[in-house]
């Protein structure tokens, strides 16, 4: 064992030699998976995964749909044209916010000739 492997007071680490097989054994791995990796057929594979994780989800999001539909709950769907109402809504009151804003000037800049 090399010096770099004994604690002070020239104690052997008993943990070193867990820790020098455990870096060759990562690069070994390492090695491995990047190779593997690297290949047209992986990267099918990992196509078809995520073609398949899409369709679960699609047909996931519509089974609840249609379960919040049928218990008279509002969907994500919902929600989301409530918030384009609210947002369209508050632009609509900042408009008319404005044009007040202005006769009251221009009332204001009359009344005072």
Do not use: C, H
Not at 20 to 46: D, L, P, R
Not at 86 to 95: G, Q, R
Request: aromatic fraction near 8%; charged fraction near 30%.
């Amino acid at each position: 064992m090399s010096e770099a492997g004994r604690q002070p007071g020239g104690v052997p680490d008993p943990m070193q030699f867990w820790r020098e097989m455990y870096q060759q054994s990562e690069a070994a791995w390492g090695k491995v998976f990047e190779q593997s990796m690297g290949t047209e057929a992986y990267a099918a594979m990992i196509g078809q995964t995520l073609d398949a994780y899409v369709s679960f989800q699609k047909a996931l999001r519509e089974s609840m749909n249609r379960y919040l539909e049928t218990m008279n709950l509002p969907s994500r769907d919902d929600f989301t044209r409530v918030a384009a109402q609210v947002v369209a809504l508050e632009a609509k009151i900042d408009a008319i916010d404005e044009k007040l804003d202005d006769l009251l000037d221009r009332l204001k800049a009359d009344g005072g000739r």
